[in-house]
């Protein structure tokens, strides 16, 4: 797998580059916005390490025009103790954060999370998801809501697959984060939270599809009737 880094600090590309082909992964750097956004747009790249702070355009500007062409994943890097910059590379698209500083290994260990979900799966062609106006095809990825075809990214398509399979019963954040991120939830990691947010935005129109279980995780509803917030 391909990954890019992307960050003017040029050690640590360096020291990164060095532990992640140690790892496995085949590595290339750029250290300032445009040159990075360019061969983000590449082929060949799997996944994207990107910085808030860059020269040039900043990390949430390269984020921004990259998924408007792009479902590559990415993965922001924020300054800790900055939440604000942790929300809104989620909500522009990233697919996860690390805050500064960080231990090598977790971000190896996130990136694998990360690129699991984006390996290609086997088509199931007899496994079509049909409940409360949403149809979910896992053999072609496409979601319809109400009939028109509603564009999601894998993350998004994968945690809906999961909550409509379970309609009904109460999937905890716990068993998400472990799910997709291989990790457990912190009260304060936004990540599944953020991308349910995503999902709710592009598929509900009034009702409330996915209801949150306040303290304890998020819930499909199988019927217009189970729609509404507790």
Do not use: W
Request: proline share 4%; hydrophobic share 40%; aromatic share 6%.
């Amino acid at each position: 797998m391909h990954i890019l880094l992307v960050d003017d600090d040029a050690e640590l590309c360096s020291l990164l580059r060095e532990f992640l082909q140690r790892e496995g992964f085949t590595v290339s750097s750029e250290h300032e916005g445009n040159r990075g956004l360019a061969k983000a747009l590449e082929s060949g790249i799997d996944l994207v390490v990107l910085d808030v702070m860059l020269p040039g355009i900043d990390g949430f500007e390269i984020l921004r025009r990259l998924r408007a062409q792009s479902k590559v994943p990415v993965i922001m890097l924020t300054a800790r103790g900055e939440d604000v910059d942790r929300i809104v590379g989620l909500e522009l698209g990233a697919d996860d954060y690390l805050p500064k500083p960080f231990n090598p290994r977790e971000l190896a260990a996130r990136i694998r999370a990360i690129l699991r979900r984006y390996e290609a799966r086997p088509a199931e062609p007899n496994a079509r998801l049909e409940l409360n106006g949403i149809a979910l095809d896992p053999g072609t990825r496409e979601v319809l809501a109400a009939g028109k075809r509603v564009e999601l990214t894998t993350f998004e398509f994968d945690i809906l697959e999961m909550l409509m399979r379970s309609a009904g019963r109460v999937l905890s954040r716990d068993a998400l984060m472990e799910k997709f991120f291989n990790r457990k939830a912190t009260p304060y990691d936004r990540s599944i939270d953020m991308h349910i947010s995503h999902l709710r935005k592009k598929l509900e129109a009034g009702d409330s599809l996915i209801k949150t279980i306040r303290g304890v995780g998020y819930q499909f509803s199988r019927s217009p009737e189970d729609t509404g917030i507790e």
